[in-house]
């Protein structure tokens, strides 16, 4: 167990999470889909089985020990994890972005966290250290709501209306939250349900730290065919598939190619860290890369001027979010130490 070298790991995956759909902002060109559907590709095809094929020595061999009700785990965890990605956008459009997150962010936190440690460790939950992570569960989700509510601060400052919304009935968008927050959170489930792959690729020579890539291999081209393939149907749908070759040109490819690397290679960097933060290393890295992706995601507003032009009142609220969130960031990390390898 190392303790400071995980987390220093898991912080760096937050960075990338937090940044990685930055490129949705700097394509104005694309439409929506344009970019998460590059994206998407970019992201199956240039980090999982690349990385796992240089890491995992007989890859194919790992896999046919683990064989094929083995492998379904994680890959349908992969889909499940897809299909909210799509429900959080629906979301979002149908309760506001303030609303949207918090549910989101505080749902996707607890199914990741303390529910799959209570049905993998349910003992573990009731001892101080899962007492602490329910804890800095609760101090993460007030930090996501007041972060929420700063964003929708900001919406009215500067758009002069309440934030958005749709014609959809209150009660769907919240049926919306809830079923993206579960599946969202299965990326996790397929980390830790995965293990029996990770132990298998031990076996055929791979090293600790590139173990879990026979995992990400599985679970990443779950999510990315869900991605890649609802954005295309949306680009025949919409006839905007041509605005690829048509509008952009290099730089916007390689925002797709920026936003390809740094979505899978967060959560390459999350497992990693999670290991190196002994066996109960999933439970806690998972919300503690999730509050470094809240924060650095915000830090990507500020500098990219989103927050000009708003009031003190507004700025002084997400910078109060923000100290919420580290402190659960603490609170995380000592729950880490009680829980021990």
Same mark, same amino acid.
């Given at each position: 167990m190392d303790l400071g070298l995980g987390i220093v790991l898991v912080v760096v995956g937050g960075v990338m999470e937090g940044l990685? +759909? @930055?490129?949705?902002? =700097?394509?104005p060109r694309w439409q929506w889909e344009n970019t998460w559907g590059a994206g998407s590709l970019m992201a199956l095809l240039l980090v999982p089985w690349p990385v796992a094929l240089l890491t995992v020595p007989e890859l194919r061999g790992v896999y046919a020990d683990? !064989?094929?009700?083995g492998l379904a785990v994680p890959l349908l965890f992969g889909l499940g994890w897809g299909l909210g990605g799509i429900f959080w956008g629906k979301a979002i459009a149908a309760v506001g972005v303030a609303l949207g997150v918090s549910l989101l962010m505080g749902l996707i936190t607890i199914f990741g966290s303390p529910v799959l440690l209570a049905i993998r460790?349910?003992?573990k939950l009731r001892e101080p250290g !899962?007492?602490? @992570? /329910?804890?800095? /569960?609760?101090v993460m989700i007030a930090g996501v709501v007041v972060c929420a509510w700063a !964003? =929708?601060?900001r919406q009215r400052e500067l758009e002069g209306s309440a934030a958005g919304g749709t014609n959809v009935p209150l009660a769907l968008g919240l049926l919306f939250c809830l079923v993206s927050g579960v599946l969202s959170a299965l990326v996790n489930f397929g980390f830790v349900f995965g293990k029996p792959i990770a132990e298998a690729a031990v076996g055929h020579g791979a090293s600790a730290a590139a173990k879990a890539n026979a995992i990400w291999a599985l679970v990443f081209t779950g999510n990315?065919?869900?991605n890649a393939g609802y954005a295309f149907w949306l680009m025949a749908r919409r006839r905007t598939? !041509?605005?690829?070759v048509k509008e952009g040109g290099i730089r916007y490819w390689a925002w797709a190619v920026f936003m390809g690397v740094t979505w899978p290679l967060g959560i390459v960097l999350f497992g990693i860290g999670s290991d190196r933060m002994g066996t109960f290393g999933p439970y806690v890295a998972f919300p503690m890369m999730l509050v470094v992706a809240v924060l650095f995601g915000n830090l990507a507003g500020v500098l990219t001027g989103e927050?000009?032009?708003? +009031?003190? =009142?507004?700025r002084a609220t997400m910078i109060a979010g923000v100290a919420v969130l580290l402190l659960a960031f603490g609170v995380f990390g000592w729950s880490s130490r009680l829980l021990g390898g």
């Amino acid at each position: 167990m190392d303790l400071g070298l995980g987390i220093v790991l898991v912080v760096v995956g937050g960075v990338m999470e937090g940044l990685f +759909s @930055l490129p949705v902002t =700097r394509t104005p060109r694309w439409q929506w889909e344009n970019t998460w559907g590059a994206g998407s590709l970019m992201a199956l095809l240039l980090v999982p089985w690349p990385v796992a094929l240089l890491t995992v020595p007989e890859l194919r061999g790992v896999y046919a020990d683990v !064989g094929l009700a083995g492998l379904a785990v994680p890959l349908l965890f992969g889909l499940g994890w897809g299909l909210g990605g799509i429900f959080w956008g629906k979301a979002i459009a149908a309760v506001g972005v303030a609303l949207g997150v918090s549910l989101l962010m505080g749902l996707i936190t607890i199914f990741g966290s303390p529910v799959l440690l209570a049905i993998r460790e349910p003992d573990k939950l009731r001892e101080p250290g !899962g007492l602490v @992570l /329910v804890a800095a /569960v609760v101090v993460m989700i007030a930090g996501v709501v007041v972060c929420a509510w700063a !964003g =929708r601060l900001r919406q009215r400052e500067l758009e002069g209306s309440a934030a958005g919304g749709t014609n959809v009935p209150l009660a769907l968008g919240l049926l919306f939250c809830l079923v993206s927050g579960v599946l969202s959170a299965l990326v996790n489930f397929g980390f830790v349900f995965g293990k029996p792959i990770a132990e298998a690729a031990v076996g055929h020579g791979a090293s600790a730290a590139a173990k879990a890539n026979a995992i990400w291999a599985l679970v990443f081209t779950g999510n990315f065919l869900v991605n890649a393939g609802y954005a295309f149907w949306l680009m025949a749908r919409r006839r905007t598939l !041509g605005l690829l070759v048509k509008e952009g040109g290099i730089r916007y490819w390689a925002w797709a190619v920026f936003m390809g690397v740094t979505w899978p290679l967060g959560i390459v960097l999350f497992g990693i860290g999670s290991d190196r933060m002994g066996t109960f290393g999933p439970y806690v890295a998972f919300p503690m890369m999730l509050v470094v992706a809240v924060l650095f995601g915000n830090l990507a507003g500020v500098l990219t001027g989103e927050w000009r032009g708003t +009031s003190w =009142r507004t700025r002084a609220t997400m910078i109060a979010g923000v100290a919420v969130l580290l402190l659960a960031f603490g609170v995380f990390g000592w729950s880490s130490r009680l829980l021990g390898g």
